[in-house]
Antibody, heavy 119, light 109 residues
Framework: VQLHESGPGLVKPSQTLSLTCTVS??????????WSWIRQPPGKGLEWIGY???????YYTPSLRNRVTISVDTSRNQFSLNLTSVTAADTAVYYC????????????WGQGTLVTVSS | EIVLTQSPGTLSLSPGERATLSCRAS???????VAWYQQKPGQAPRLLIY???SRATGIPDRFSGSGSGTDFTLTISRLEPEDFAVYYC??????????FGQGTKVEIK
């Protein structure tokens, strides 16, 4: 299983950050996994953003809930992140990751993509 | 929200020594939902331990996890040069579902 993030590395303040995660070797159409986005500001720890299930159901961390949307395209084996009204505080490495439903650990991660919010 | 506090912040040890990393939760956590990750500079986190004590595929047996309730431990029995990294604990529970500790850096003394 491999996950790969793609999207712009630079976003202007107040605009929308959009990233896509492409999954290979596994299926986003499986009921055994959640598909999550996690971020890590430079030099800091990990923050879980939200997940999507193959059915399309989602759950977001409360602090970002009013700005985040995660969607899935099972036909392309991709899931995506949209984060609106970004500020410099949203500058981070963004990871996509798969979690196993029964134990809820993240067993596969993308390599991460740095998104910088700056004018 | 369940807060995970890792200690120490930095652990300075020599290769061959034993490393003991602590993760304390602000509320009881189901052991099934506790995991540990290793992260090296410029890399994504790598799963080491899940279910508090089960090693992930391909993880050497010098890594072990233990604990229950609010106190969990990651032990590296004999540090190898490639083990110097940052380690994070993680729990799954009620909102915001997944949280991570702030990390423990294991550095070469």
């Amino acid at each position: 299983v491999q996950l790969h993030e793609s999207g712009p590395g630079l976003v202007k303040p107040s605009q929308t950050l959009s990233l896509t995660c492409t999954v290979s070797g596994g299926s986003t159409n499986s009921g055994d996994f959640y598909w999550s986005w996690i971020r890590q500001p430079p030099g800091k720890g990990l923050e879980w953003i939200g997940y999507i299930y193959y059915s399309g159901s989602t759950y977001y961390t409360p602090s970002l809930r009013n700005r985040v949307t995660i969607s899935v395209d099972t036909s392309r084996n991709q899931f995506s992140l949209n984060l609106t009204s970004v500020t410099a505080a949203d500058t981070a490495v963004y990871y996509c990751a798969r979690s196993v439903i029964r134990t809820n650990h993240f067993d596969y991660w993308g390599q991460g993509t740095l998104v910088t919010v700056s004018s | 929200e369940i807060v995970l506090t890792q200690s120490p912040g930095t652990l300075s040890l020599s290769p061959g020594e034993r490393a003991t990393l602590s993760c304390r939760a602000s509320q009881n956590v189901l052991s099934t939902y506790v995991a540990w990750y290793q992260q090296k500079p410029g890399q994504a986190p790598r799963l080491l331990i899940y279910g508090a004590s089960s090693r992930a595929t391909g993880i050497p047996d010098r890594f072990s996890g233990s604990g229950s309730g609010t106190d969990f431990t990651l032990t590296i029995s004999r540090l190898e040069p490639e083990d110097f990294a940052v380690y994070y604990c993680q729990q799954y529970g009620s909102s915001p579902r997944w949280t991570f500790g702030q990390g423990t850096k294991v550095e070469i003394k």
